[in-house]
């Protein structure tokens, strides 16, 4: 009856049930996942007026979007310091739709994607419901920070694999695609001929770079590399659904891969008139906008730091993005258990390191967007309860 991609018999699980029946009762809960910065108390005055502009009430469709919508994301990049022409744009309803007409660009059922390990979960679910597999490849962190498991990604790379995915700074470690990993994945990808997806929604984000070292793909020369972000990041604006591809091809690939993205994009065009209009606008307060969360990210940040010395746990580098990965040891509760009692007894919903695939048991992962008051005492709680 339904497609086998549907297939991932996912129970309702306790942590949910829990969640559903306390918020049923009227209790209020800490939300230490909560990442949707509309929800978070952060003002984004003057969005609504960019979109009454009468030009709306035209179709003009086009496989990359509105001209002037593409202009403008190549302006971001331009402010960046990164060269994009906005013919290598294009545009989508968001970075999930951005995956999705890579993955059927590039790639056919039965085929692999090389994916970080941890990370973003949807990857899984974007990969699967495009008849692909994930095959993932370890990110390791030690004192100097995270970093690829080159010869471990190496060794992953089968007949079947088409495109490596990395995502930077990644969700939810935080770290960034490094100059020296950045080398040494185009090098790999173009000795197999294999695309690189690279999601930068985060990458404004920076909380703590000293040496200045995100190595963005754009200028790879002869790799075929797609960069994919949005606004939902990159503008805090999730709600308005607008993402896009930046792609950076060899120029004697271009019309190939330009016109077969070109029918991809063709036959969903996604994106609507109102939201790509106002665009250009909304990406004129980019400054303001990244202010205010970046204010809340590094004001919850500080307060971590400020615990960390006497808490039961230990914050992972981090160097961006919007979370904070802890680590604590899981003898007495592990991962699971925790986050149910802490749910259920304390009232704090954090999400377990095993939603994000963390190689062992022992991390929670908590979002750096909440409101300060909220988010202390949430942490106190986690503190308490860690601390047994
Ligand atoms: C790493 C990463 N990529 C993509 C997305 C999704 O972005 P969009 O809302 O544009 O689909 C998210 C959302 O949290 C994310 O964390």
């Known amino acids: 009856m339904y497609s086998a991609r549907l297939d991932w018999k996912i129970p309702p699980n306790r942590f949910s049930l829990i ?8 209790r209020h809960l800490i939300d230490l996942s909560e990442s949707n910065p509309t929800r978070v108390g952060i003002e ?21 979007g509105l001209l002037k919508a593409r202009e403008s994301i190549a302006g971001y990049y331009a402010d960046r310091g990164e060269i994009v022409d906005p013919e290598r744009i294009w545009i989508t309803s968001s970075t999930s739709e951005a995956y999705s007409l890579l993955i059927k ?15 973003y979960p949807l990857l899984d679910f974007l990969a699967a419901l495009d008849g692909v597999q994930v095959v993932s490849y370890p990110l390791i962190v030690n004192a ?32 960034y695609l490094r100059r020296k990993d950045r080398d040494a994945v185009i090098e790999i990808c173009c000795r197999h001929d294999l695309a690189i997806i690279v999601d930068e929604v985060f990458f404004d984000y920076v909380l703590d770079l000293s040496d200045g070292d995100a190595g963005s793909l754009l200028a790879a020369n002869d790799a ?14 999730p709600q308005m659904k607008l993402g896009w591809i930046a792609a950076n ?3 004697h690939r271009w019309t190939e891969f330009g016109n077969s993205l070109d029918l991809v994009a063709d036959t969903y065009l996604s994106a609507s008139a109102p939201v790509q209009h106002a665009t250009p606008v909304w990406m004129n307060s980019r400054r303001e906008i990244q202010e205010g969360i970046r ?12 615990m960390e010395r006497r808490a039961p746990w ?33 009232e704090v919903i954090v999400h377990p390191g095993f939603f994000f695939d963390f190689p062992h048991d022992g991390f929670l992962v908590v979002s750096l967007l909440p409101d300060p008051g909220e988010f202390v005492e949430g942490m106190n709680r986690i503190g308490r309860r860690l601390a047994g």
């Open 44 to 64: 984004n005055p003057g969005i609504l007026t960019a979109l009454l502009d009468p030009a709306s009430l035209l179709y003009e469709p086009h496989p990359r």
């Open 295 to 306: 204010e809340r990210l590094l004001r919850n940040l500080s307060e971590l730091k400020a």
């Open 19 to 26: 969640i559903e029946c306390k918020r049923r009762a009227g």
């Open 144 to 175: 100097a920070g995270w970093h690829i498991d080159i010869s471990a990604l190496r060794a992953n790379i089968t007949d079947r694999t088409r495109a490596v995915v990395i995502v930077s700074p990644n969700n939810p470690t935080g770290s």
């Open 105 to 119: 660009l590039l790639a056919d059922p039965g085929c692999e994607l090389l994916v970080p390990r941890p990370s």
């Open 249 to 251: 091809v060899p120029r």
């Open 314 to 346: 230990k914050m992972l580098p981090i160097e961006g993005g919007w979370y904070a990965v802890l680590e604590f040891n899981p003898v007495r509760e592990s991962e699971e258990e925790t986050i149910l009692a802490l749910a259920e007894q304390d």
């Open 224 to 237: 075929l590399c797609f960069v994919v972000s949005g606004i939902s990041k990159v503008l805090a604006l």
